[in-house]
């Protein structure tokens, strides 16, 4: 099983409506992250989280909310979605080792979202 | 200038040749530096990360030079699955905010 998981991978929507993107994590890290990726783009970082009461935009968060329920869960909301808001979502996770934080992003597999 | 920075390639190459990509940061505080590998419709995953004057795991090696503030990834004797694009990825100096991630340098390796 996948360390990080996110639910659904592929949904298709229509222009305005609330759509949910879950990711959970069985690392046991602190830090979550959900970041967009479009073509030519990179990797953007809608919102972090560094443990279960802090929440922090990212540079391109307008449009999305979370929720951070747990420290194993991390979930993105679009509230209204709109067609612009297509793309791939990724949500990651990092944490401490021996020596401190490691730098090191986990990621999940993806969420592709499509919206008409 | 952007905070980091990548030539978005494509870089095609022939098997067994040797590539280098450069990427350039702009923090010149920046303590921790990444390379991530990131295969068609993906998630990125770690290379290799890149400390003081740098490391090399089998045909990849990481340099970090700190007066130009540039970190480097070469592959040598490329393979076609190194087909990939390659993230350079810094960790902000403070560790209390987000990896920066670059927009990636894209690997094509031909027959």
């Known amino acids: 099983d996948a360390d990080v998981t996110q639910t659904p991978r592929n949904r298709i929507t229509k222009t305005g409506k609330r759509i949910m993107l879950e990711c959970s994590q069985t690392k046991g890290h602190d830090r979550m992250y959900w970041y967009r990726q479009d073509p030519g783009l990179g990797l953007r970082l809608i919102y972090y989280s560094f443990d279960v009461k802090d929440i922090n935009k990212g540079e391109i968060s307008d449009g999305y909310s979370v929720s951070r329920q747990a420290q194993a869960k991390f979930s993105l909301s679009l509230e209204s979605a709109i067609p612009n808001q297509t793309a791939l979502y990724f949500c990651?996770?990092?944490?401490?080792?021996?020596?401190?934080?490691?730098?090191?992003?986990?990621f999940g597999e993806g969420s592709r979202l499509t919206v008409l | 200038r952007k905070e980091v920075e990548q030539d978005p390639g494509p870089f095609n190459v022939p098997e067994g040749a040797t590539v280098a990509f450069n990427c350039t940061y702009s923090n010149s505080a920046s303590q921790s530096f990444f390379w991530y590998r990131q295969d068609c419709r993906k998630e990125p995953k770690l290379l290799m990360s890149v400390y003081s004057s740098g490391n090399e795991d089998g045909r990849f090696t990481a340099q970090l030079n700190r007066a130009s503030q540039y970190i480097s990834l070469l592959i040598r004797d490329s393979k076609l699955s190194d087909s990939a694009t390659y993230l350079c990825v810094v960790n902000p100096p403070s560790g209390n905010t987000p990896l920066v991630f670059g927009k990636g340098t894209r690997l094509s390796v031909i027959a």
């Open positions: 990651a996770t990092s944490g401490t080792g021996t020596s401190g934080y490691t730098g090191e992003l986990f």
